[in-house]
């Protein structure tokens, strides 16, 4: 029998913003990891535990928080730019129908998923993730695959840690799909509930009674509610303080995506309501096309946001939507959420360590992130910083400073190719500089996967904001003898033509039209776009 492995211990110094409370800060202080999980935090100047005497700690020069937490991600379409939204919408059932939204995103990602050669689908979940790790994001919802058949799903998996996947038993899986049919029936949702410890569903997106309906719906003839501890209802616009006193009373959970909410509705969530009411408030950035680039940008938007709108949320209070506030949603609050001995060391460092540290994280910009950790294990982070931790990886750049990002995981998902995020951005990019000849082949294949006549092996992915792919993302209840949720089927009915467009900068610094993009987003309050640039 051979000897056990040595565990792997490694040790980083700085500010500790451990989120266990308000103000539980270390101003100088050091995190032992050994394997995965923190073995000690100690301030400066305590013996370092045992086995770790010879340790050398990084010193990181930064602030260090918990990894960032995201439960509102659409990770497939974050390739694609921010959508110059044309006019304020009701609900989303209207807005997936406008001629330049499918023009600008369902077209381009229907042409990227369906006449994908083979090479798109490894460079995009490559891109994706990338998207994340820079920008200190360690957990966030799966990116979605099918076989070409659409009979086997499954989640990717990567660097990142899907909540979907999660890693039972300490980290039991969340589910954010229900099967089309139990989508429609009232006590098949309930009990898809029932049995789950997180269910992360879209709920009344939109500010109209449309949109109010889907959350009406989930009362049954009897007076039932279709609402459990489990459900993380994502959006919640069209929600009162009456509603979310309901939600309250059954244990509910709400993900807030303010940016996305104000693009599309000139309104956002009564977070208020909810949080008076009691219920956990998580923050989701939504996806590229109309919300933040990453959810270090969206704690920019919430702060913003509850600026203007006078909501009274701290600075901690937006951070712990990041941090705690997700983990608690998700029950994994006992690994993760908080630094905490013997919790996973999913950590986020930043650059700096004056002033107020909440406030700091929320001010910081991508090039301002030092170090990212995932399961005690340097994923991203400075050249030096990741060579003092031993880390390697591929080299990029951040604005004008040298970066290092690690990918490679024992479990990675095999049968996908394992390309560089350069190779990635290479494809990509000449993909959407060319999907007019792609869309021919895209529409063909669709007609060939409704027909059944799909003989391609390997996988594909399923695009959960399009395509009828046996699972919804919110419940199509009845509601006055009417189906709630969108109609998935009319969302793929016409193919307007496609014109090349540019790939998505991976970070804001290396995006030079997204800030302007944004302040001229008509349906923004006056003035919000330009108070979220300034932090940039």
Not at 464 to 473: H, I, K, P, R, Y
């Amino acid at each position: 029998m051979s000897p056990a492995a040595s565990p792997k211990r490694w040790a980083l110094t700085g500010r500790i913003v451990t989120m266990a409370a308000e103000g539980d800060v270390i101003k100088n202080g050091t995190i032992f990891i050994e394997d995965n999980r923190i073995a000690a935090i100690l301030p400066k100047g305590q013996p370092a535990p045992t086995g770790f005497e010879a340790v050398a700690a990084v010193a990181t020069g930064g602030t260090i928080y918990p990894g960032l937490i995201e439960l509102h991600n659409h990770l497939s379409y974050n390739i694609l730019p921010l959508w110059r939204v044309p006019q304020l919408f009701g609900n989303r059932d209207q807005w997936q129908n406008a001629k330049s939204y499918k023009t600008s995103v369902t077209g381009p990602m229907s042409a990227i998923a369906l006449a994908d050669d083979g090479s798109l689908l490894p460079a995009l979940v490559r891109y994706v993730e990338a998207k994340c790790l820079v920008a200190g994001t360690t957990t966030s919802q799966g990116i979605t695959l099918s076989n070409w058949s659409g009979t086997i799903h499954k989640y990717y998996k990567g660097a990142l840690r899907a909540a979907e996947i999660g890693s039972p038993p300490d980290l039991p899986r969340a589910h954010s799909k229900i099967p089309d049919i139990d989508a429609e029936d009232w006590a098949k949702f309930d009990n898809e509930l029932k049995s789950s410890a997180c269910f992360l569903l879209h709920l009344s997106e939109g500010i109209d009674a449309k949109a109010h309906s889907h959350f009406l719906a989930l009362r049954n003839s009897a007076g039932d509610w279709a609402i459990e501890p489990s459900l993380a209802g994502i959006h919640c616009t069209a929600l009162d303080a009456t509603d979310f006193g309901t939600m309250a009373e059954n244990h509910a959970k709400v993900v807030w995506s303010p940016l996305s909410n104000l693009l599309l509705y000139g309104k956002t969530t009564d977070v208020v309501a909810a949080r008076t009411a009691g219920l956990t408030v998580a923050l989701g950035s939504d996806w590229s096309p109309s919300g933040s680039k990453n959810l270090l940008g969206e704690l920019k938007a919430a702060k913003v946001v509850s600026a203007h709108f006078n909501l009274g949320f701290s600075d901690y209070d937006i951070v712990a939507m990041a941090t705690r506030n997700p983990a608690a949603i998700l029950k994994w609050d006992g690994k993760l959420g908080t630094i905490a001995k013997g919790k996973f060391a999913d950590l986020l460092v930043v650059k700096g360590v004056t002033g107020d540290p909440y406030g700091r994280l929320i001010k910081s910009r991508e090039q301002d992130i030092v170090l990212v950790t995932i399961g005690g294990r340097p994923r991203y982070g400075t050249k030096k910083a990741m060579q003092q931790a031993g880390a390697s990886g591929e080299a990029l750049k951040i604005g004008r400073s040298a970066r290092t990002i690690d990918f490679t995981s024992p479990d990675q998902d095999p049968g996908i190719e394992n390309v560089t995020l350069a190779e990635a951005t290479s494809r990509l990019g000449a993909a959407l500089g060319n999907l007019g000849t792609l869309q021919p082949h895209s529409i063909a294949m669709s007609a060939a996967i409704a027909s059944g006549m799909v003989s391609r092996t390997g996988w594909r992915l399923a695009l959960d904001e399009q395509f009828s792919n046996n699972v919804q993302l919110r419940p199509r209840l009845a509601y006055n003898g009417i189906r709630t949720g969108p109609d998935l089927a009319a969302v793929t009915a016409v193919a307007e033509p496609l014109h090349p467009i540019k790939l998505d900068g991976l970070t804001v610094a290396g995006d030079p039209v997204f800030l302007d993009t944004l302040k001229s987003e008509s349906n923004l309050p006056q003035g919000l776009g330009a108070a979220i640039a300034a932090f940039y």
